[in-house]
């Protein structure tokens, strides 16, 4: 179990706002202050480029920075360093993938997958890509609980029965084929808080169509679920530093460093240049290929002390911790509001991710969250960079409430109240 009150005083956000129910970190988490320190270090005791000087603050810098690099890469047992590309956020990976290797193998008639649930950052570049080259865009659906339509009840069911899996997942080979270049999806839904069988699914769309090149969106799961990119099998993943205790403006892509080889530059300018003539330009290698200019250095640093508060408490605890709230959550908010409070994604909280999202009553989710607000309260309201899967579920928007290490049973029943009083006030 994990002690909040000992977690909480690593924040110092919390002296700052002692009565602060943070319920938003699907948005952005919090950071703690080892982070923060970090970022001070590297500003007030070595500011200096990375891979420029030779002076004794640059070196320190880059060593710094590099450190980070080898951190990511053992967090998600990725064979080597040179496969993780630093940029600024998960939405800027993905579409480096959509333009350095999506332009590079697309062509007119080919397909691209995805899914109903996806961040618009995993949705909108496939989209406007198939539109460019005339290439076909597919889009997998879910049923009424939240699950991708594969065939499948849960993820329970798939530990317990896995000789049966790859048979209900069938149903892929009425959407993957052997045009399908791309399949993008999520792992874990940040509106359904739904947790995708990312490895069997991969496994399976391998069979099918062995080319097929599989984008993993964990920007929802880098934070609460262990990652093992060797053992899911995908080809790249992507996910945010700010998202996981550490910075903003740092994003991570993870890929097959032979693919990443194969690629275009995704920009041109400095540090990605081996030798410029006036005839033509050679590249470095990945992982610096594809980090032209110059990087957050400062932050890029401080996220390998995200990395380390994150694997200093455990991944499994942290996963444990959000499945018992969210549990807690549904159970509280059905039990006081009945039919009056709708919830979306999967009620079996071993497939659902820290996420609650949901509907009350006929009150907008924007005067809901305003109200919650006013009372210290901090959800999201709006599509949530979601509108396709809004526009699914006939909704025009959702409140989200989501839970981390440092939310507990009184941010849940401060929640309750909260949403009491926003009754008692929209009724009046």
Known sequence: MLNIQEVKKRFSIFQNQPDLVYLDSTATSLKPKSVVDKIREYYEEYSANVFRGIYPMSEKATMEFEETRTIV???????????????????????????????????????????????????????????????????????????LNLGINNIKDQKSNIKNINQKLKVLDQIITKKTKILALTYVSNVLGTINPIKEIVTQVKKINPKIIVIIDAAQAAPHLKIDVKDLGADFIVFSSHKMLGPTGVGVLWGKEKLLKEMYPFMYGGDMISEVYIDKTIYKDPPHKFEAGTPAIGEIIAFKEAIKFLNEVGMEKISEHEKKLTRIAIDRLTSTFGGEIKIYGPRNVDDHNGIVSFSFGKYHSHDISQILADNGICVRAGHHCAMPLHTRLKLPATVRASFYIYNDEKDVEKLVEGLKKVKKILKA
């Open 73 to 147: 890469s053992g967090f998600i047992n990725a064979n080597s360093s040179n496969e993780i590309v630093f940029t600024r956020n998960a939405t800027e990976s993905l579409n480096l993938l959509a333009y350095s290797l999506g332009r590079k193998i697309l062509e007119s008639g080919d397909e691209i997958v995805t899914t109903i649930m996806e961040h618009h950052s995993n949705f909108v570049p496939w989209q406007v890509l198939t539109s460019e080259v005339g290439a076909v865009f597919k889009i997998i659906d879910i049923d009424e609980e939240g699950y």
